[in-house]
């Protein structure tokens, strides 16, 4: 296997030039050893027995990211993600081979001290979104210098590794702490990673990521033993931590540290090698004039000698006292560590374990602990509305869910009073005469923050969307600027853009406890790229610590519960049968984002039927362990590039997509899903609109056996699931979903969803059929649930299926032979 050249942690501490320095030192020839030769090597601390982790090998998945998402995937229309399950199952098998075993680390959060890093980060990846979105709008293939992974993607490869049966585990922020602790306190062989950092912590053994080759004969990595370490250093274990923070780090600037530097190396330019030789030489001096013995790496009398001239300020002192903070790892490796718990003030002893152990998402936890998420930039249309906005009532029943209705860590967010607007503008004016600026600064933020106009919609007055009128929507996929600017002007105001006053002073006079949950997200139009989001977190349905006590079937209908009024309170989403949805697994979620996706007026009849047959095709092949023909993996090469309504519909169902699937992981994971290869492809995508638009008349397109290479179980359950995906059902009154204190109640306004999108007039060709009532297609959903399982793809045991599902033979439809090719 090809070595990456460069594939780093996310976020990590990075001692500026320790890693090339130690490679010049310690050289790869004499360095390198057979994969297998590590297997057995392990042992706990103070024995010189093998532990039972003896051939565990502790994994930065951080850090493997790109080499189980290569760039020569597809990457503008979603993405591949079946080909991200294959690499890591061909990864995890070829160390099973030589006797290894992986245990994976995965970064779940963003640390306090790595915003501003974050936030950079995601702001050169919004450049190069600008940049593809250009050029995908004249028509041009955009630049390879362009290439970014899709979004997520270390949540599907944390997925992809768990359904290898690796142990999987998540950190509040950094991971390679955490790495180290549990690599030395369990008895570990090695650390697998890229990071300068398991140079400076006292693992046994770092492999570097870029020198491994799993196709050698025999496989082989470089392996760097703590003995060679500490000799090439000339320093003990114990005072690596003060020497990276020394040197500088990402705690630690090196602009800091520029006078002591200057001081070791007069007359010379500090950096590099030289430098990181004149710090080890002046801390071993130091140490051994002042006896130092540890094992604390920092002593008031070693400060002395180190920096007698006090060239470091007492603040550069302090930060370095907290860099070294960073690198300690305990006396043993806990599952819950007690700085997990201080610090997440918002969760359960219960939600910490299972976020630790993968069985929580990790926005869920960040949401509870920190009131704040992190998302990245993806590829939209600046002329629809951002993917990030179109999904976030879906995160805010997760956050309604998972934070407390009035959160510790939040002031509680209530919109004032005629006469709380007065004292408060009094009180603003007395500090502000006071000079008091901070003090008026944190009431002008807290005011500004419950006024914030990102709401949930069932917090407003019930917005009408645009329809997708026919056919000229259809044939250009929703590509057409008026449409697509009147999506986004209307869209925006359903998700909460602009609340009316009317509805804040019913909110108010309701006496809603607000929370709020801050969103760092980048997206095109966005007011502030340098700030945060205020969102407002509604009223509580369910507990996630009251839904994981529940049965299966009862979690899953209080998940349907949050969707339906995410999915501007969808009746009949409420109403659908628990054992249905366990039974088709992936398939459910497809046909609950695309009937999101309608609901909200944001994709047309075309797409959404597509979106549905693709999700169809890749959910039966993750049932069948089929892999998608080599044909369809692969763009043809003479295809002009696809336009941006194509790429934003993918990347808006896969936004839609991640979120429910959140929110299903908050409600206690009821429904069966696993990864994205489960229900999305690019290519297929793609290459399914690219064959609808050719036919000449994609608005009456008919031929979806086709695209489903004419497999009559496909066809049927596709034909079944289709109005129901698509929200073809007239609206029946409400009946099971509680509204929001102080919003209209569930089919308050009126609303024909033929078209999907809750507009008063259903569009033209699309009039309701009776056939497609809210019985119907109930009824629909069970035919679907029972043609899948008698497929033999049911995710569910037979046994615990309903009478309705639970019918028929188990065999396979005649297709699904293959095997998945690894």
Excluded at 756 to 785: C, N, V
């Amino acid at each position: 296997m090809t070595p990456l050249r460069s594939v780093s942690s996310s976020y990590a501490r990075v001692v500026k030039g320790l890693h090339t320095y130690l490679e010049g030192r310690l050289p790869v020839s004499q360095h390198t050893v057979p994969l297998r030769a590590l297997a057995g090597t392990g042992v706990l601390p103070g024995s010189m027995d093998a532990s039972a982790n003896a051939s565990v090998i502790v994994l930065d998945g951080m850090a493997l990211l790109r080499k189980m998402y290569p760039a020569d995937l597809e990457w503008i229309v979603g993405g591949q993600f079946q080909e991200v399950w294959l690499n890591v199952s061909a990864f995890v098998s070829a160390f099973a081979t030589q006797g290894l075993q992986l245990v994976v680390f995965m970064d779940g959060g963003v640390d306090d001290a790595k915003l501003s890093e974050w936030r950079e980060r995601r702001l050169n990846d919004y450049k190069k979104v600008e940049r593809v979105v250009g050029a995908l709008g004249r028509g041009e293939a955009p630049a390879k210098a362009a290439w970014m992974p899709p979004p997520n993607i270390s949540k599907t490869v944390g997925s992809a590794f768990a359904e290898q049966g690796c142990e999987v585990h998540y950190t509040a922020g950094e991971a390679d702490r955490e790495i180290a602790s549990y690599c030395v306190h369990r008895g570990c062989a090695a650390v697998l990673g890229k990071d300068s950092d398991y140079f400076v912590l006292p693992v046994p053994c770092y492999l570097n990521l870029d020198t491994l080759y799993l196709h050698a004969n025999p496989p082989s990595v470089v392996a760097y033993r703590r003995a060679a370490v500490d000799a090439a250093l000339g320093l003990p274990t114990a005072l690596l931590p003060l020497l990276g923070s020394l040197i500088g780090n990402d705690f630690v600037p090196t602009a800091a540290l520029s006078r002591w530097h200057s001081s070791l190396m007069p007359e010379r330019h500090a950096h590099g090698s030289p430098l990181i030789e004149a710090v080890a030489t002046h801390l071993g001096a130091a140490a051994a004039a002042v006896g130092w013995r540890g094992p604390r790496p920092m002593t008031p009398v070693l400060w002395c000698a180190l920096d007698f001239g006090r060239r470091l300020t007492t603040p550069v002192r302090a930060t370095v006292c907290i860099s070294l903070e960073q690198y300690a790892v305990g006396a043993s490796f806990d599952e819950l560590p007690q700085t997990l718990l201080s610090a997440g003030l918002g969760a359960s002893v219960a939600m910490a374990r299972r976020f630790r152990r993968a069985q929580l998402d990790s926005m869920i936890y960040s949401a509870a602990t920190r009131g704040a998420i992190w998302r990245g930039p993806s590829l939209d249309d600046p002329a629809a509305m951002p993917t990030i906005l179109a999904s976030r009532p879906l995160r805010q029943e997760v956050y309604a869910a998972c934070c407390p209705v009035h959160p510790p860590h939040l002031p509680l967010m209530l919109p004032p009073r005629a006469e709380e607007k007065e004292a408060t503008a009094h009180a603003a004016k007395d500090e502000e005469d006071e000079g008091d600026a901070a003090a008026a600064a944190t009431r002008e933020a807290e005011a500004g923050a419950a006024a914030h106009p990102f709401l949930h919609p069932s917090l407003q007055r019930q917005q009408t969307l645009p329809s997708d009128r026919g056919g000229a929507d259809a044939a250009s996929f929703g590509s057409t600027p008026q449409h697509s600017t009147a999506l986004h002007s209307s869209a925006t105001a359903s998700f909460g853009s602009t609340p009316s006053a009317a509805a804040s002073e019913g909110a108010a006079e309701e006496g809603l406890p607000f929370g709020v949950v801050q969103e760092h997200v980048v997206y095109h139009g966005q007011p502030s790229l340098a700030h945060p989001e205020a969102v407002r977190v509604p009223s509580q349905l369910h507990a996630c610590e009251t839904m994981w006590s529940m049965a299966p079937p009862a979690r899953c209908s209080c998940f349907l519960s949050a969707y339906a009024r995410a999915a501007r309170h969808d009746t009949l989403a409420a109403r659908l049968e628990p054992a249905a949805l366990l039974s088709l697994g992936p398939i459910a979620l497809t046909v609950l984002a695309v009937r999101y996706m309608r609901r909200h007026g944001l994709a047309p009849r075309v797409v959404a039927s597509a979106l549905l047959c693709q999700g169809l095709v890749m959910a039966w092949l993750a049932a069948t362990r089929q892999r998608l023909p080599a044909p369809l993996r692969q763009r043809p090469t003479a295809c002009a590039p696809p336009s941006l309504a194509v790429v934003h519909a993918a990347q808006l169902f896969l936004r839609v997509a991640v979120d429910i699937n959140v929110l299903n992981s908050a409600c206690g994971a009821p429904l069966p899903w696993h990864g994205a290869w489960e229900w999305f492809d690019g290519v297929l995508f793609e290459g399914m609109l690219r064959q609808i638009s050719a036919s000449g008349a994609p608005a009456d397109f008919g031929d979806w056996r086709g695209l489903l290479r004419g497999d009559a179980t496909l066809y049927s359950i596709f034909e079944a699931l289709r109005p129901l995906a698509l929200a073809l059902e007239p609206v029946a009154p409400a009946t099971s979903v509680t509204p929001t204190p102080g919003t209209a109640p569930v089919g308050h306004a009126k609303r024909c969803s033929g078209d999907g999108s809750g507009g008063d007039a259903p569009p033209s060709g699309e009039q309701p059929s009776p056939a497609h009532g809210p019985t119907d297609a109930l009824r629909a959903l069970r035919i679907a649930s029972r043609l899948w399982h008698e497929a033999g793809c049911s995710t569910r045991s037979s046994d615990s299926l309903s009478p309705a599902c639970n019918t028929g033979t188990s065999s396979v439809t005649a297709n699904a032979t293959a095997q998945f090719q690894v």
